[in-house]
């Protein structure tokens, strides 16, 4: 019987889980998900916003392998110094790693590390209740507020911003995030982009979604869209490209109704400085104005524009981090691999595999990953016989993980976690509202007791 060990219990994870399973060639496999936190499905969970309640359904789907009788969730598992990828490969016939990319990337521009300036993925990380989060009071005394960058990301904290407080209750977002959020000051959220509208990389229906929010309304500049000639003339450019321009052409010529929140998107300007207030704190971010080069890209013109705002998000995509023991390809933030098997020196390392953002890097929606998962599965499938030979007999890989001394937080355990959750909601008039620290989340899973 083949064991094969997932690590990483997001969409790639499962998605590789699943695959595994629904392999005919290998009828007998045995999957282990792992994952350093105890509660599953990575960021659908802690990366998809609160309010897409649509996207987060998709947990069901997800929780489906989980419970596959072949499938076993092993929460709170890190793979690290403690548990190296070379001990996983002697418990188990294959190891999957479907890690993420869990780092966000930087601008590289002065200021970018004072207070009031951060990632949007800590912002993020913040108000989805990842244990690891820090409160940094991101709100707090903030009147306007400033997202680099126009991807997905960078709409869903704008909205998240620009929501009111009646919006986000019925969502599952920790309790100090939605006392924070509903009294806050935000009257103003920029989206900025260094290139034009028809260069951005968001998608409609999450575009869209800006200008449908209760107490916000979207501001653009006619003149400063224009600037981008797929803008004037958009018959050339992709249907999905086209469709974002015209969104914006309707905000472009809508009369404003005087909403209590304002998003204003903004183009063709290059972050060159998070300026510091008197108190030492970000007070505004100077962009340099671009101008289109013909070829997609911009150059600058040498003319700036400030913008003032107390906190400012960076949100200019995700980064894979290495791991120890795993070869990593520093530019492109990826484990070097072919087909989804991992090469050590250019070389396939037998047993070692990856699939999603670690493998393709940090783009593409969520069912990016299972076709992702798919290419990654075929080649472990034909790789297994050579795998599992005579010599790698290993039995149930549980009791090697709990010799190298880890408690994982198994199926049971979660499903604690999920009614302790619901509980909390209950407490509070909400539906149910995630534990945002690990002392709360693993003192529910120990709570087996009351199944
Ligand atoms: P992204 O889609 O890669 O967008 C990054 C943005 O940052 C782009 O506008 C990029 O501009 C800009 N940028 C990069 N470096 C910059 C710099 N130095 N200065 C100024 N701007 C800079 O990344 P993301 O928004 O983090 O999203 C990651 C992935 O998750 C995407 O595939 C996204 O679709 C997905 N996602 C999906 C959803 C959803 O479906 N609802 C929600 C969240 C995330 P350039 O184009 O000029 O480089």
Known sequence: MPYIAVVGSGPSGVYTAQSLVKEARVPDVRVDVLDRLPCPYGLVRYGVAPDHEKIKSLQGTLRTVL????????????????????????LYDA????????????????????????????????????????????????????????GNVAVDVVRILARGAAELTPTDMPQAALGALAESEVRDVYMVGRRGPSQARFTTKELRELGGLADAEVVVEEAELALDPGYRDPAALPAAVRRNVEVLRGWAGAPRRGAARRIHLRFFLRPAEIIEGGDGRAAAVRFERTGPDGLGGVTGTGAYEEIAAELVLRSVGYRGVPLDGLPFDAARGTVP???????????????????????????????????????????????????TGPERVTGDPLAGLIA?????????GWQSIERAEAALGRSLGRNSVKIADWEGLLSAARHTGDM
């Open 404 to 412: 190298a001394g880890v408690e994982p937080v198994e199926w049971t």
């Open 67 to 90: 419970q596959d009788e072949r499938v076993r969730f092993l929460g709170g598992v890190e793979v690290g110094p403690a548990l190296p990828p070379a001990k996983l490969l002697e």
């Open 95 to 150: 190891v999957v790693y479907c890690v993420g990319a869990a780092a966000d990337r930087r601008l590289g521009v002065p200021g970018e590390d004072l207070p009031g300036s951060c990632s949007a993925t800590d912002f993020v990380a913040w108000y989805s209740a990842h244990p690891d989060a820090r409160d940094d009071g991101f709100v707090r005394g903030v009147r306007t507020a400033v997202a680099i960058g126009v």
């Open 337 to 387: 691999q072919a087909a989804g098997r991992v090469l050590r020196g250019g070389t396939v390392s037998p047993g070692e595999y990856v699939a999603g953002w670690i493998k393709r890097g940090p783009t593409g929606v969520i069912g990016t990953n299972r076709p992702c998962a798919k290419e990654t599965v075929a080649s472990l499938t034909s790789d297994l016989a050579a795998l």
